[in-house]
């Protein structure tokens, strides 16, 4: 096994291989505007870091938000043609559910990212590998109370969270998420595995959608939103 992760669903553009056994490389930038440019290199660097080549991947692995729409996009794409090109599956994994594995925490608690418009997009764990709600969409003070809070969401609204509940990494990290898809594919067959990668019509727009989700699904965006891009309507007639 070995699989190449990437997540660009937060302003952390991650790359990362895991060979089954750990992870082999990793690579991470920070910035928000750049996902497009920063991506292929930062994959490049983790082939060359771990002295292999793109046909020795046997599965690509994207982060599938939810985030942004245009950064979210530039993960999953790449995910799909490289997975196309070397005819290996393409799978996604909950960014939220990333983020929950590497925080490593023993008891219940949130994991929160920025959503913009002044939300977050939050799940609720039992701990790093259990999702029992979400993903959801809201704002910061909608949030249950007392559990801690992981991620850039919860650190970008502690004032109204609580500055003693923000804990844990802020944006996700490609070894994580390599690492739990590692995890659950050790325990799939080959079939079982090209059934998860084939991908429905449509995207996850929907928290109902979204709580439906298993760890390991086919590499399609979850938005929970439409995206802020709208395709221009008819010009408004002009009466004189």
Do not use: N
Request: hydrophobic share 45%; glycine share 10%.
């Amino acid at each position: 096994m070995l699989v190449l992760a990437f997540d660009t669903a937060t302003p952390a553009v991650t790359a990362a291989l895991h060979d089954g056994r750990g992870v082999v490389a990793e690579s991470t930038t920070i910035d928000a505007r750049r996902h497009g440019e920063l991506l292929a290199p930062a994959i490049e660097e983790v082939l060359r870091k771990a002295g292999v080549t793109f046909r020795d991947v046997t599965v690509v692995v994207a982060g599938a938000g939810p985030g942004p729409y245009t950064g979210l996009r530039v993960g999953l794409v790449t995910a799909t043609a490289l997975a196309m090109a070397l005819g290996v599956p393409a799978l996604g994994v909950c960014t939220l559910d990333a983020l929950a594995y590497a925080a490593d925490l023993p008891g219940p608690f949130l994991v929160a990212t920025d959503a913009r418009r002044k939300e977050v997009f939050w799940a609720r764990y039992a701990d790093r590998r259990t999702r029992v709600a979400g993903p959801y969409v809201d704002r910061p003070h909608a949030l249950p109370g007392e559990l801690p809070v992981v991620g850039a969401g919860g650190r970008l609204y502690a004032e109204t969270i609580g500055p003693e509940r923000i804990t844990g990494p802020e944006y996700p990290s490609a070894g994580a998420l390599a690492a739990l898809a590692a995890e659950h594919l050790a325990t799939l067959t080959p079939e079982e595995v090209a059934r998860l990668a084939r991908v429905p019509e449509g995207r996850v727009d929907s928290v109902e959608q979204a709580g439906e989700l298993g760890v390991l699904g086919p590499a399609r965006p979850i938005y929970l939103r439409r995206p802020d891009a709208r395709v221009p309507g008819a010009p408004k007639r002009v009466i004189r």
